[in-house]
C-alpha cells in the first residue's frame, strides 16, 4: 500500500492529480479485466469492470475540464480596455524598476469552476510561455493565491518559498526565468475578484518590488470597473 501511495504522488507530482488519477484507474482495470477476460463465464463481469472505469476516466476529464474554465467573462470591448489598462500597469512598473519592458509581463488570474485560481487567457500581456496558461493553483498558494485570501498586495522573489512557492505539479508550469511578481487583488462587492500581476525576468530584491506596488495600485481603478462587469 506504501508503495503505490508513492507512485502516485509521484504520478500527480509528474502529472498532476487528475492524469495521475487516470492513469492509475487504467492501470488497476488493466491488472483486474485482463486476466478476467481469459476466464469462461467472466465476460459480464469484465464489461461491468471496464463500463465503470469509463465513468470515472470520464468524471476525471469533466473535473479537468471545470478546472480550465473560468464563468462569466467581458465582451471584446471590455477585454481591450482590461489590456490597454495591463499594458499601461506593465510599462509603468518597468519603469518604476529599470527593468526591460519586454522581460515584463502583466496577467489577469480570476477563479475558475472548482474555485481553483488560474490565469485568464484573454487577459494578458506579453505572456509567451503557453504553458504557464495551464496554472491552476489553491487559493492561498502561490503569490495569486496570497494576495486573494488576503486580499492585500504580495511580492514574490526567486528562489520562491513555501510562502510564495505554487503546489508541485504546478510548478513544471511556471517561466524557469522568473524572478519577481507582484500580486494586487482586484476586489468587488467585498470579495476578490481578480489578481492583477506583473512579472519580470531580471533579478530584483524583495524591497525593490514592494516599493513598486503603489504604481501598480494607481491602475486599479480602471480594472476593478470592468471587473465588476465580469
Avoid at 486580499?151 to 522568473?178: K, M, N, S, W
Amino acid at each position: 500500500m506504501d508503495g503505490l501511495l508513492k507512485i502516485a504522488l509521484r504520478l500527480a507530482d509528474r502529472l498532476g492529480p487528475t492524469q495521475a488519477a487516470i492513469v492509475l484507474v487504467l492501470a488497476v482495470v488493466g491488472l483486474i479485466a485482463v486476466p478476467l477476460a481469459t476466464v469462461a463465464g467472466a465476460l459480464p463481469y469484465f464489461a461491468i469492470i471496464v463500463a465503470v472505469a469509463a465513468a470515472v476516466v470520464a468524471g476525471l476529464l469533466i473535473l479537468a475540464r471545470l478546472d480550465g474554465t473560468i464563468p462569466g467573462g467581458l465582451d471584446e470591448e471590455g477585454r481591450a480596455a482590461v489590456r490597454a489598462v495591463l499594458l499601461a500597469a506593465r510599462d509603468d512598473v518597468a519603469r518604476f524598476l529599470g527593468s526591460p519592458k519586454d522581460r515584463c509581463r502583466a496577467n489577469v488570474v480570476a477563479e475558475n469552476r472548482l474555485g481553483r485560481l488560474q490565469i485568464n487567457k484573454d487577459l494578458m500581456v506579453n505572456m509567451e510561455e503557453v504553458a504557464e496558461w495551464e496554472i491552476s493553483m489553491k487559493p492561498g498558494k502561490g503569490c495569486s493565491g496570497a494576495a486573494w485570501c488576503a486580499e492585500q498586495p504580495r511580492v514574490g522573489i526567486h528562489p520562491f518559498d513555501d510562502d510564495d512557492g505554487l503546489e508541485p505539479d504546478q510548478q513544471r508550469f511556471v517561466d524557469p526565468d522568473l524572478r519577481w511578481i507582484v500580486s494586487v487583488p482586484i476586489v468587488v462587492d467585498g470579495r476578490p475578484k481578480w489578481v492583477v500581476n506583473i512579472d519580470g525576468e531580471d533579478g530584483r530584491t524583495r524591497e525593490e518590488v514592494e516599493a513598486a506596488i503603489p504604481t501598480l495600485m494607481n491602475h486599479v481603478p480602471p480594472l476593478k470597473q470592468n471587473a465588476a462587469k465580469a
